[in-house]
């Protein structure tokens, strides 16, 4: 049974920044599409930053780039979400998802993704 537990959401201020962690079990994040969505109040889920397979190729939603590092630690079995200069409108309870072991070319569609955690919400004060 695979399960995503996410941590390290809070309460920052305009131009802060939190780390949020997607710790594994079940699936292997290294041989794995990981994928960070997020969703606003009032809106629907979308696509934030993704981390792919064994390269380890990295994409991100143009909002973020820049600003946000998706990342991984093998050893541990966790992704990483680090979020700098972070704005109001970064608020959303964020999301990790696992998504397939083989490749797949729609790293930004929720479709692709089996397991979800269960969400840590990030707000953003200015």
């Known amino acids: 049974q695979v399960q995503l537990v996410e941590s390290g959401g809070g309460l920052v201020q305009a131009g802060g920044s939190l780390r949020l962690s997607c710790a594994a079990s079940?699936?292997?994040?290294?041989?794995?599409?990981m994928g960070w969505f997020r969703q606003a109040p009032g809106k629907e889920r979308k696509f934030v930053a993704a981390?792919?397979?064994?390269?380890?190729?990295?994409y991100y939603v143009d909002s973020v780039k820049g600003r946000f590092t998706v990342s991984r630690d093998n050893a541990k079995n966790t992704v990483y979400l680090q979020m700098n200069s972070l704005k109001p409108e970064d608020t959303a309870v964020y999301y990790c998802?696992?998504?397939?072991?083989?490749?797949?070319?729609?790293?930004?569609?929720?479709?692709?993704?089996?397991?979800w955690g269960q969400g840590t919400q990030v707000t953003v004060s200015s």
């Open positions: 981390i792919l397979w064994s390269g380890g190729t990295t």
């Open positions: 998802a696992a998504g397939p072991t083989y490749y797949s070319p729609g790293y930004y569609r929720e479709g692709t993704y089996d397991y």
């Open positions: 079940g699936r292997t994040v290294s041989s794995s599409a």
